[in-house]
């Protein structure tokens, strides 16, 4: 007699596990709850489905606790059935416990959570048609095992002991700036936190190339002029369109293009990602520019092009975003043969005075500045301009700055210059 009860009652809750294990499961993977709302109506359970639809977390919280409390109760049914009962008719413990054990995690966790994730939304519909009336039992055995809990916690953790909360991001400006004010930090510092702070707000539209900047190509040119693009593009990639500029068919790294002989554009041809406009930078690096060189073009709500980004615009951005020039004393490098590399933040009166070149300065203060306002456009990296006594080319351009050039005098050079030019 007490085999038999002790039997059904350990029948009894290993199906209750199941359930529980199979619901536990349908929580994390459920998708469409929607669905089985509209088949459920507006009983008891569909609230229970929009309950959990709503804070998932919660009834999954309520689910591990009263798993835990059933595994617990399993175990020990389980020790008095191979120490007592199954003793008492000859049955070997050794053995019996293994088997009993066994049976109890295959039945009561791994196969309910099977089913559980092929199809999971009929599960959990079902689970809760199950749960629904025993809520009058459960919700107590949740109830005091979370209590149990709470209990333990505060009797083996020391009080002294607190949570660590996540910091706010309104919480930590605020510590920059009592940083800065008790002197422990310069402005230039907080500067530089602030705007490491903002890369998360960045959206691929900020890092773009814009389209009146890109090199586009129709896909109708002859093979001439497709070469000619090709050949003369300031950028590495230049963009292939069909009937309109927004019709984009691909794209071509010119550089591959040269290395591979200057084939046909068609043969170099590469199928890029469209995304919009609004998509966070990072999110756009994890998905799409992590592992491959290849940009992806940026389209706006109509599906009309309005630029490209690749990892290296994105990496120029969140550099300067993140350190911003503040200048240094070698602003002006020189790389013989009369030629410089200036920073285009480099001041005129410094080039004029170090390199004895009087230019046209104009209300302008910076050599940047006064190759921006010369050409009259946001410049590509490789344009040129002339001015008395010296060319200038653009080697680096970043969020429509000019953040280096290259100086090279037109002067007669000087011996030491001769030199090193030969």
Aim: hydrophobic share 45%; net charge negative.
């Amino acid at each position: 007699m007490l085999l038999l009860v002790s039997g059904l009652i350990y029948i009894a809750l290993l199906l209750l596990l199941a359930v529980i294990s199979a619901t536990e499961t349908a929580i994390h993977t459920a998708r469409d709850l929607e669905e089985q709302l509209e088949q459920a109506g507006e009983g008891s359970v569909a609230r229970k489905l929009r309950s959990i639809t709503a804070n998932p977390f919660a009834q999954l919280h309520r689910t591990l606790l009263l798993s835990a409390t059933l595994n617990l109760a399993l175990a020990a049914l389980g020790l008095h059935l191979v120490s007592g009962p199954f003793k008492l008719m000859g049955w070997n413990p050794w053995l019996t416990a293994p088997i009993l054990f066994m049976t109890t995690v295959l039945l009561g966790d791994v196969l309910p959570k099977f089913l559980a994730a092929y199809s999971p939304s009929t599960v959990l519909l079902g689970s809760l048609r199950l749960l629904n009336p025993l809520r009058s039992v459960l919700d107590p055995m949740v109830t005091l095992a979370d209590r149990a809990t709470d209990a333990l916690i505060r009797r083996l953790v020391s009080g002294r002991v607190k949570m660590r909360v996540p910091i706010t991001r309104d919480e930590f400006e605020t510590l920059v700036e009592m940083r800065e004010e008790q002197g422990l930090l310069d402005s230039a510092e907080a500067s530089i936190i602030r705007e490491a702070l903002d890369i998360e707000r960045l959206t691929v539209r900020d890092c773009m190339v814009p389209r009146v900047d890109l090199t586009l190509m129709s896909a109708e040119d002859g093979p001439a002029k497709s070469a000619i693009v090709l050949e003369q593009s300031a950028s590495r990639w230049v963009v292939i369109y069909g009937e309109t500029p927004d019709a984009v068919v691909g794209v071509i790294d010119t550089v591959a293009w040269k290395l591979a002989g200057r084939p046909t554009w068609q043969a170099m041809r590469e199928l890029v990602a469209f995304v919009p406009e609004t998509m966070p930078v990072l999110d756009a690096l994890e998905k799409h520019l992590q592992n491959s060189v290849r940009p992806v073009l940026i389209v706006d709500e109509y599906g009309g092009l309005e630029g490209m980004v690749s990892q290296e615009e994105i990496a120029d951005w969140l550099l300067y975003e993140a350190a911003p020039w503040q200048g240094e004393a070698g602003e002006i490098r020189e790389l013989g043969g009369g030629r410089y590399l200036l920073d285009g933040g480099t001041r005129l009166d410094d080039v004029s005075r170090e390199l004895e070149l009087p230019l046209p300065a104009g209300g302008i203060d910076t050599i940047g500045g006064f190759v921006f306002n010369q050409l009259g456009h946001v410049p590509k990296a490789g344009e040129r301009i002339q001015v008395e006594g010296a060319e200038i080319k653009v080697r680096r351009v970043v969020r429509a700055r000019i953040q280096q050039v290259e100086l090279r005098l037109s002067r007669p050079l000087t011996k030491e210059e001769e030199a090193e030019e030969v």
